[in-house]
């Protein structure tokens, strides 16, 4: 892929851009530039290029806004002890993103072109890259919508994907501090034969009325129970979920409905490889509660590319809890600390997940 580059002339002072990067937050504040390229049925994916960061002008009856054909992703870079500029598993989000494609009709980005985007916009900004100190990171947001100017539903014949890149802090400050979790009855997320599986907006907002009654009760995140029986846990508003048991497995809902996170199949290869006999099935939330109860579940906790892994606290539901947790657990917080350390470049990547980019 040819990548043309028109750089900012105005790209965010020094002296501003260590303030943010001193307390950067989640989402926030923008790198100098962003990546594009397009795609139309004639000439394919083209137009790659690396422009300032700045606003988009569309049409008001642009498909995207009206019948949400989006897909996105979430990556991170993370800057070595030694300066150096390394993304985590950049081919599996690209992988990912191709199936998301798939399923939204949208056209397959090469996993090359995926990976090469990203390269490109990290290398042009990779000033923004913050130190290590705290786990900070640069977040990457790939996304590709839907641009035709046409109000009537059918698969999109012009597509844009973009990629842009926010500086992203600590997402505890004190270390990992176990989250409250609200069962939502009423809403669930994905049924069989829908979107579960896949990164797009419309999942996030089906998500936000569940979300908002976890945060009236108290709860940090939403857990979804499957739309078919409302008895097997699928995963969180926006992260998946591991049961630790006492003889030491881990288990975690099986693949269908749920989005297959980066981190979770990170953590299948890293716990096997740690000696734990990992399962991926069906977990109810009977076995859930029955299992805290009896000792036999011993930890529990949630996983994705923007918290690593973080213990779950307390599940909740319409009037009843299981017991607070206020620590997390030996076996989250081993599984945590060897996931950072390869990220952070404190460890031996033995399972190749790293690709160096400055
Ligand atoms: C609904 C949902 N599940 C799981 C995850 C975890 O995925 P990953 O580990 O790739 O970040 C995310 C994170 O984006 C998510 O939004």
Redesign the pocket.
Known sequence: MEISSTLTTQPVPDDRLAEILSNPGFGAHFTDHMFTSRWNPGEGWHAAEITPYGPLTLDPATAVFHYAQEIFE??KAYRHPDGSVWVFRPEA?AE?MSRSSQRLALPELPTTDFVQAVEALVTVDQRWVPDPEGEKSLYLRPFMIATDRFLGVRPAEHVTFMVIASPAGAYFKKGPLPVTLWLTTDYT?AGRGGMGAA?TGG??AS?LVAQREASAQGCDQVVFLDAQESRYVE??????IYFVYADGRIVTPELGT?????????IIELAGKMGHQVEERRVSIDEWRDGLHSGEITEVFA????AVVTPVGSLKWNGGATPEVSRAGEVTMKIRQALVDIQFGRADDTFGWMRRIV
Not at 258 to 266: N, Q
Not at 303 to 306: F, H, K, L, P, V
């Open positions: 979430g990556l989000n990912r997320r990164k999942n996030y998500s995963e969180l508003g926006g992260m998946n749920i989005l297959e996170g980066i981190t979770r199949s990170s996983c994705g590319t923007a």
